[in-house]
Each structure stands twice: as C-alpha cells, then as structure tokens.
C-alpha cells in the first residue's frame, strides 16, 4: 500500500480492470484482498489493526485538510484514502474471523434506518432539532438494550483529540440538563477560571487550573455555534500565515527577524495581519 512512483513498465491499473469496474467499491474489496492474499504485497499482508491506527488517523485529517481547502478534486482522492482504510481492516478482521465487511455495511445501514424512523417510518420530525433530539433518544434506547451506561459522559472514545472529547462530552452533558441557562454563565465562568488561575502557588494547582479554563473555553466555543477543534486549526493556520509574512518582510527590509526587539516584531506582525489576515 506504501505509495510508489509509477514507471512505464509498471502495470497501470486499466491494464487489469475496466474505468467502470475501477468505479465500484467492489472492485477496492477485490484489490484489498488481492494485496493481501499469499503472493500480493508483503506490506499490506503485514499489517494488522493496530499498525493501521495512524494510517486511518492520518487519512481522517487529511480528509478534514481537504474540506478546509475547498477543493474537490483533493476530497475526491482523500475520501477514496479513508475507504481503502475500511476495506483494510474488514478484510484483516475477515480473515481473522471477526466479522465480514458485510458485517459492517449491515449493522450501518441497519443503524441509518433505525435512526430516522421520519424517514423510513412512520414518525414525523418538525426540524433538524427534532431529528437530532430523536436520534439522542434512539441512541440511548440502543445502549440500554445493550447494558450499556446510560451516562452522557460514558462511552465517549478516549483517544479522540482533547477538544474534541470536551465538546462532545458538554453536549452530552447539556442535552441532559446539565446546561447553563445561557451563554453569560459561561462567560462568568471563564473570569472566575482566570482568577483562580492567577491565585496558584504550585505547578500543580497552575496546570489543574490551566485545564478547567481551556474546558471552559471549549463550552464558550460550543455555545457560539463553533466547534473547539476546527477554531483552534483555523487560528493556528491564520498563527503560522502571519509568522511566514512577518518573516518575509523582515527579509525584504534586510532585516534580521529573529535579532528585532519585540517592538519592531509587533509592527511586523499588525502587517502582516493586514496582509494576510
């Protein structure tokens, strides 16, 4: 699977298959099982669930990448990246005798309709709201009938990123009643962090405090209609646009960047701003 340079007496994919059989998913199940089929790709028939985590990590973010991009043509390529990730690891649990691809494509399509009983039965949802609290209600029935924990903030996968485990665990939370009466509460809040923060003597009562205030700044983020994670990328994307201008302009004046004082490096920066926003 590790990515190649093609070469002129490198078989290319339409010397093997049709433009309307390399169009199916069908086809990626072939081709994943052939590559891991005894005489394929020694690579590919290495790997396991566990050395595909970071693969499938990446391949998400770099989906994600594309969407903020706004190019569909990079969506197009990358969403076809996270699909070899599915069929990947159907065929190693197949294999294994886990469960089949069929499996997967069963409990999910079962899943689709079963939460949207508006759609395939004979249920009636007003708006969005209405199909989301549905969906929560459905949800919980599932996990009940499963023994699973009832709790908002059970079952929630611990290694999503930080920001991301808050938020989902706040809306959790707040759908359950758990929820300031509007956002002033959570404003309120974020000044007694700040003040609390500013009242530690140890390293320890720093980070404890450190970490309350970033949680509540998530919740600030989330009552703003955002979503914690997609800020911070787009500040730390606006962060290193506006470095690389202050950078480039320094080297314009022939300037030493890194020698200016923090004065001249400010001016720079409200350049740069204006330059690249």
């Not at 499938?56 to 990448?65: D, M, R």
């Not at 903020?68 to 190693?92: R, T």
């Not at 969005?128 to 903030?153: C, D, F, L, T």
């Not at 009552?223 to 800020?231: I, P, T």
Request: glycine share 6%.
């Amino acid at each position: 699977m590790p990515q190649q340079d093609s070469s002129p007496d490198q078989a290319s994919p339409k010397d093997t298959f049709s433009d309307e059989e390399l169009g199916t998913f069908q086809t990626l199940v072939n081709i994943v099982a052939r590559l891991r089929a005894p005489g394929g790709c020694p690579w590919d028939r290495e790997q396991t669930h566990e050395s595909l985590k970071r693969h499938l990590l990446e391949e998400s973010y770099e989906v994600i990448e594309a969407i903020d991009q706004g190019n569909p043509a990079i969506l197009s390529e990358e969403l076809g990246d996270l699909m070899v990730q599915v069929a990947f690891h159907a065929d190693i649990a197949g294999e294994a005798g886990e469960f089949q691809l069929e499996d997967v494509l069963r409990q999910i399509n079962g899943k689709l309709v079963r939460r949207h009983p508006h759609v395939f039965a004979d249920e009636h949802a007003e708006d969005a709201r209405e199909v989301e609290q549905n969906w929560e209600q459905i949800k919980a029935q599932e996990r009940k009938e499963k023994g699973e924990s009832k709790s908002p903030v059970e079952g929630i996968p611990v290694d999503m990123p930080a920001l991301a485990y808050a938020q989902l665990m706040q809306d959790r939370v707040g759908k359950a009643g758990f929820e300031w009466d509007d956002i002033s509460g959570v404003l309120d809040k974020i000044v007694e962090e700040v003040t609390e923060l500013k009242a530690t003597t140890t390293p320890e009562e720093k980070v404890h405090e450190l970490g309350d205030l970033l949680f509540t700044m998530v919740n600030l983020t989330r009552w703003s209609g955002a979503h914690a994670e997609d800020v911070l990328r787009q500040a730390n994307q606006r962060f290193g646009k506006r470095y690389l201008s202050m950078e480039k302009l320094a080297s314009e004046q022939g300037l030493d960047f890194e020698a200016l004082p923090l004065d001249r490096k400010e001016e720079l920066w409200q350049e740069a701003k204006r330059l690249v926003g």
